[in-house]
C-alpha cells in the first residue's frame, strides 16, 4: 500500500535513526529523507506477518533445519517467474549478498584476475574485489534521457585488455534504479559468453 505511512523513527531502524553518525556533518536536530540505504517502508506481506506471528506462538527459538519446504518453495519461486529449473543441490544458502559474491569471486577467479564493474554502482563491489586480492575494472555507463545504460563496446574493449574474469552485475541497478531490459541482459550474457567471463548478479 504506497499511501499508508508508518512512523519508523524511534523503533532503531538503520534508515531512520541511523543515519546521523553515518553522516556526522548533519546536525542532529536537522531531519533528513533517509534515501541511502535499501530498506522499504512499507508492511510486510500479511502471509509473511502470519507466519512469524505463529513462530512466535510456539514460544522456542532454537536452532532450526532447511526444510523442505523452503527448497520446494525456491524451486517453485524460479520455475514460474524465470523458467529456470533447479534442484535442490543447486541451491546454496548464505549470510547475504557481499557473503555470496566473496564466495562466488573467491571459487571462480584467482588473486590478481581482473573484474569488470560499472562505474558508479553499489560501493561494497569494488571492496569484495580488493579485499579478495582481485583487480577492479570500471565500466562507466553513459547516461541518455536520465537514465544510465551500458556502454557495450567499452566493456568489451576493457575485458580484452584486462583479461576479465568474472563480472558483477546489479540489477536492479544501484544507484541508479534501473532495471536492465531483457535486450541488454542478453547482449551482457553474450558479451560474456564470448569472451568466458563469469557473471556474478546481485
Given at each position: 500500500?504506497?499511501?499508508?505511512?508508518?512512523?519508523?523513527?524511534?523503533?532503531?531502524?538503520?534508515?531512520?535513526?541511523?543515519?546521523?553518525?553515518?553522516?556526522?556533518?548533519?546536525?542532529?536536530?536537522?531531519?533528513?529523507?533517509?534515501?541511502?540505504?535499501?530498506?522499504?517502508?512499507?508492511?510486510?506481506?500479511?502471509?509473511?506477518?502470519?507466519?512469524?506471528?505463529?513462530?512466535?506462538?510456539?514460544?522456542?527459538?532454537?536452532?532450526?533445519?532447511?526444510?523442505?519446504?523452503?527448497?520446494?518453495?525456491?524451486?517453485?519461486?524460479?520455475?514460474?517467474?524465470?523458467?529456470v529449473e533447479l534442484t535442490k543441490e543447486n541451491i546454496v544458502f548464505t549470510s547475504g549478498v557481499?557473503?555470496?559474491?566473496?564466495?562466488?569471486?573467491?571459487?571462480?577467479?584467482?588473486?590478481?584476475d581482473s573484474i569488470l564493474i560499472h562505474d558508479p554502482v553499489y560501493p561494497p563491489f569494488s571492496?569484495?574485489?580488493?579485499?579478495?586480492?582481485?583487480?577492479?575494472?570500471r565500466s562507466s555507463l553513459l547516461e541518455k534521457n536520465n537514465h544510465f545504460v551500458m556502454d557495450?563496446?567499452?566493456?568489451?574493449?576493457?575485458?580484452?585488455?584486462?583479461?576479465?574474469?568474472?563480472?558483477?552485475?546489479?540489477?536492479?541497478?544501484?544507484?541508479?534504479?534501473?532495471?536492465?531490459?531483457?535486450?541488454?541482459?542478453?547482449?551482457?550474457?553474450?558479451?560474456?559468453?564470448?569472451?568466458?567471463?563469469?557473471?556474478?548478479?546481485?
Open positions: 500500500n504506497f499511501d499508508e505511512y508508518i512512523e519508523r523513527r524511534g523503533t532503531e531502524s538503520y534508515k531512520w535513526d541511523g543515519y546521523h553518525p553515518e553522516f556526522p556533518e548533519v546536525p542532529e536536530t536537522q531531519e533528513l529523507l533517509p534515501l541511502w540505504v535499501a530498506d522499504m517502508d512499507f508492511l510486510s506481506p500479511e502471509g509473511v506477518a502470519n507466519a512469524f506471528s505463529e513462530y512466535i506462538k510456539h514460544g522456542i527459538f532454537g536452532y532450526a533445519t532447511l526444510s523442505d519446504k523452503l527448497y520446494q518453495a525456491i524451486i517453485h519461486w524460479e520455475r514460474q517467474r524465470h523458467a557481499l557473503t555470496s559474491l566473496a564466495a562466488a569471486v573467491q571459487t571462480f577467479t584467482k588473486p590478481g571492496s569484495i574485489i580488493e579485499t579478495n586480492q582481485r583487480h577492479i575494472v557495450f563496446s567499452d566493456m568489451e574493449k576493457k575485458i580484452e585488455e584486462n583479461n576479465v574474469k568474472a563480472m558483477i552485475l546489479c540489477n536492479p541497478h544501484n544507484p541508479g534504479g534501473r532495471v536492465w531490459n531483457k535486450e541488454e541482459l542478453k547482449q551482457l550474457s553474450e558479451l560474456c559468453l564470448k569472451h568466458r567471463v563469469f557473471l556474478f548478479s546481485d
